[in-house]
């Protein structure tokens, strides 16, 4: 059996839908459905089970000679969330808690860490595992700050020598896009948002840019398509000598208006762009560069190409939102 935490979520349906594929066990997800169409998300899948959050450990107890690798990716994600109690204990301590049902089990755990543990990237987007190295990241809200905790955490006890699962990786996702985040509210991608706009061929919304460095839209992002995030935990499921903190992002640096331009070229239709400015309670903390050093991934044997940022948009735009079934 495989457990997905999170994998009715957007990375984790994606998981979901990829471990189906494989065939090679049972797959299990931890999740909450609530009341929208978050179910959707996996109702093209085959479960053996759906479990509340209360209950993971129970279940994990329950199923503990079963369970080949625990894929963590539940979390709250809302990088606009204030209530750090419940980021705590939703991002840190479940994610200890398995952690340590996992190294007394000797069982596989990827885990999901974020970019947004680089904060503003004053001191570059480097995955470098050493104590020194994380101690030097600032996250700029109490998300990020949630995934940092948790990765420096583990670098204390990988580099301490305290027991630990038998393959363990944290994924520093970047700015992910795809099929199944369209339950995600103001936490969709870019592409998600802009859509509509470009269907009905009115004017893009863009931030506007209140930095001297980056022209309206000129904001860049490292964009990853969500096929290219589930490729690398398949390749890590095939790999389990590799363990570590790795970035999960193309290493290559996009602007929003990149973006913007190769959704309305997907619908053949001409960019219409308009800027607007950034919120204020977010103009702070904004982020006007990010790009992921994949230096790491590559010596660990990682060798597959990262889809282009154009081509990963027409297949979003093209065999999904511009379906009748959008869902993966």
């Known amino acids: 059996m495989y457990v997905v935490t999170g994998g009715a979520g957007f990375i984790g349906s994606n998981i979901v839908a990829a ?9 299990a997800v931890i999740d909450r459905l609530r009341d929208q169409d978050k179910w959707k998300n996996l109702a093209k899948r085959e479960l053996c ?22 894929f963590h990716m539940g979390a709250i994600s809302a990088t606009t969330e204030k ?6 204990e939703n991002n840190f ?56 905790l948790f990765d420096r955490r583990v670098a204390r006890m990988t580099s ?50 209140h930095h001297p460095d980056y022209s309206d839209g000129g904001q860049m992002r490292d964009f990853i398509y969500i096929d290219d995030c589930v490729d690398v935990m398949m390749w890590l499921l095939d790999n389990e000598i590799v363990s570590g903190i790795f970035n999960v992002g193309t290493g290559k640096s996009r602007s929003f208006r990149d973006l913007t331009v190769a959704v309305f070229e ?12 950034t919120p204020m309670d977010i103009r702070d903390k904004y982020q006007y560069f990010t790009q992921a050093n994949t230096l790491n991934l590559r010596k ?24 009748n079934d959008p869902y993966r």
């Open 266 to 277: 997907a619908l053949n239709k001409k960019p219409k762009i308009k800027f607007i400015p």
């Open 93 to 148: 301590q479940l994610s200890l808690d398995l952690w340590k049902w996992c190294t007394a089990h000797q069982t596989r755990f990827i885990y999901a860490s974020s970019a947004a543990t680089y904060g503003d990237g004053e001191n570059g987007f480097d995955d470098d595992n050493a104590l020194d190295a994380l101690a030097k990241l600032k996250p700029l809200n109490p998300y990020g700050w949630s995934k940092h």
């Open 19 to 27: 471990l189906e594929k494989r065939g090679d066990a049972k797959i």
């Open 49 to 70: 089970d759906i479990v509340h959050p209360d209950d993971t450990l129970d279940f994990l107890e329950d199923n503990s000679t079963n369970i080949k690798a625990i």
């Open 83 to 88: 209530n750090v109690d419940l980021i705590i």
């Open 300 to 323: 660990a044997g990682y060798k597959k190409e990262f889809t282009e940022l154009e081509d990963g948009i027409r297949s979003y735009v093209n065999d999904f939102l511009g379906s």
């Open 160 to 209: 301490g020598g305290d027991a630990h699962p038998p393959q363990w990786a944290g994924l520093k996702f970047f700015n992910v896009y795809g099929p199944n985040e369209y339950h995600k509210g103001a936490m969709r991608s870019v592409v998600n948002k802009l859509y509509p706009d470009a269907v009905a061929g009115v004017e893009a919304k863009l931030f506007k840019s």
